[in-house]
């Protein structure tokens, strides 16, 4: 979402719900049933919603409204009048994150029906405006140390404020209808999911940039709580008129599906062991202008357009997600500079060996070591991250992790020299171009784009990641494209040892055998 308004815009989740908007959610919830006693709108804004329901429901006979901004509840208070609802509209001045909500529903009766546009804002950015709408600081996502320090543990505000709605639910004979982000919606419906509780839910899609001027993917969520099941699916419709769904969101194996059609085809592909391959992520160094140069004409020009006179000993060409999506894999125009062949190597040896590198990173020391990342902290100076023997190896099957394409490409060395990621793309390292070939080739088959698409939510900032790649056992697909011969004799000549027991047990065990399905 961009963050082009006005402050108090954001801070307060500000993005009004259009009435044209309010009057089609509120007639679909009519329209698929629903007849509630009591609604509520905890964050209700200017109250397009609550108005357009007030018409929608002329039978509720609790409607009630809640917001931190009087100027709104006054607005709203007008317009329930001009419109013959002052008398069923209750409106209340309140935080959210401090309302005695467990108090306030207790003298609601059921069925109850909650609805709003919960503010589309991640903490970070209210943090970053000193802003004090927000909730008491915890790790609810129960993130690692190490998705904390790379920045995995920022959230929306709506996520919080949906995971505490949900929690006034339990026990209740009630329905939630919430306007929220598609990555946000998916979040709660896992939250929900692994509590083992498995409502009916459905997710509408609209129109965010119509409606809300925003380029983000969003959508109505609804949660009904009246009907419980054991599958835990939600169909995900085109609009708010459509009755067909496009696709069907699940939960299985303890994650999130993203179509549950192919993840039912081919989920015997799924790794359920140890694999021979380990899908990797290019080198990360937070700092493109003194570590990226581009080579024309003979020179080394960095990204302020330096022209720089450097030793080849650290240097490696250097492919991007854009290259990979541009053509450009071929043949490298960028080189990266790299200061350590494994995390923790010391860079002081620098000096020594390459003495015009040295200078060159001492020259703009002030770029590496303003690094906002906590990676880098008690690190030696000029330090990396991501970067392994595996960076190094000649041959790779390379895929960006940011652009909306399946796409693999087999990348080899250039003049002698193996080319070198950056952390917006994955890979597997193979040891020859035989063998990089023919796993890109099973790669970009029909069988595992569709295996693939059981995962990918191409709507995420990055859609494809390490632990969606790593989902896929090779071995199986292999077999499911009958090339497991092949496969098995580049593994066997790469690591006679390791896998060739391993092999011939799968052989002998049929465990990839498509006919007999696991």
């Not at 895929?399 to 070198?420: E, N």
Request: hydrophobic residues 40%.
């Amino acid at each position: 979402m961009r963050h082009d308004h006005k402050p108090q815009k954001v801070e307060y989740g500000d993005f009004q719900t259009p009435a044209w908007l309010a009057e089609q959610i509120c007639n679909l919830l009519y329209q698929s049933g629903i007849r509630p006693r009591t609604i509520i709108e905890p964050h209700c804004g200017r109250g397009s919603l609550l108005l357009a329901a007030a018409d929608q429901f002329p039978d509720t006979g609790q409607i009630c409204g809640f917001d931190i901004n009087d100027a709104h509840l006054r607005f709203l208070e007008q317009q329930a009048i001009l419109q013959g609802n002052g008398g069923r509209i209750q409106l209340h001045t309140g935080d959210f994150f401090v309302l005695d909500w467990e108090k306030i529903l207790s003298a609601l009766p059921d069925p109850l029906l909650i609805v709003g546009n919960p503010p589309w804002v991640t903490n970070s950015v209210l943090a970053s405006m000193t802003s004090d709408n927000l909730p008491i600081k915890r790790n609810f996502q129960n993130q690692a140390g190490i998705e904390a320090i790379t920045g995995s543990s920022n959230f929306d505000i709506s996520e919080w404020m949906l995971r505490e709605i949900t929690g006034w639910l339990h026990g209740r004979t009630a329905i939630l209808a919430m306007l929220c982000k598609t990555a946000v919606a998916r979040k709660l419906l896992t939250y929900i999911w692994q509590s083992n509780v498995a409502p009916q839910a459905s997710l509408y899609l609209i129109n965010a940039a119509a409606a809300f001027q925003v380029a983000v993917d969003a959508g109505l969520l609804v949660i009904d709580y009246r009907t419980q099941s054991q599958a835990k699916i939600c169909n995900v419709y085109p609009d708010l008129e459509n009755s067909t769904p496009i696709t069907q969101i699940g939960f299985a194996q303890g994650q999130l599906i993203a179509d549950s059609g192919c993840f039912q085809k081919w989920r015997h592909l799924v790794q359920q062991g140890s694999s021979p391959y380990q899908w990797r992520s290019g080198i990360k160094h937070d700092c493109a202008l003194v570590m990226e140069l581009e080579y024309a004409n003979g020179r080394y020009i960095n990204k302020p357009g330096e022209v720089i006179n450097l030793e080849n000993d650290y240097l490696y060409p250097m492919l991007k997600s854009s290259d990979l999506t541009e053509g450009r894999a071929a043949r490298p125009c960028r080189y990266m500079l790299v200061t350590q062949k494994s995390v923790g190597d010391e860079t002081h040896s620098i000096q020594l060996t390459a003495p015009l590198t040295w200078a060159y990173l001492q020259k703009h020391g002030a770029y590496l070591d303003g690094r906002k990342s906590r990676i880098y902290k008690n690190r030696p100076r000029f330090a990396i991250f991501g970067v392994g023997g595996y960076s190094f190896a000649p041959w790779k099957v390379v895929i960006s992790g940011l652009y909306k394409a399946l796409r693999f490409t087999a990348v080899g060395p250039l003049q002698g020299k193996p080319t070198v990621l950056d952390d917006t793309c994955y890979f597997l390292p193979c040891h020859s171009e035989e063998e990089a070939r023919l796993l890109a080739q099973l790669l970009n088959s029909t069988i595992a784009r569709e295996f693939f698409h059981a995962f990918i939510f191409w709507d995420n900032k990055r859609p494809i990641t390490k632990k969606i790649l790593q989902q896929l056992d090779l071995l199986a697909l292999a077999t499911a494209c009958g090339k497991l011969a092949e496969l098995n004799a580049i593994l066997i000549e790469k690591q006679p040892t390791s896998h060739f027991h391993q092999l011939q047990l799968l052989e002998q065990t049929g465990e990839y055998n498509l006919n007999e399905k696991p």
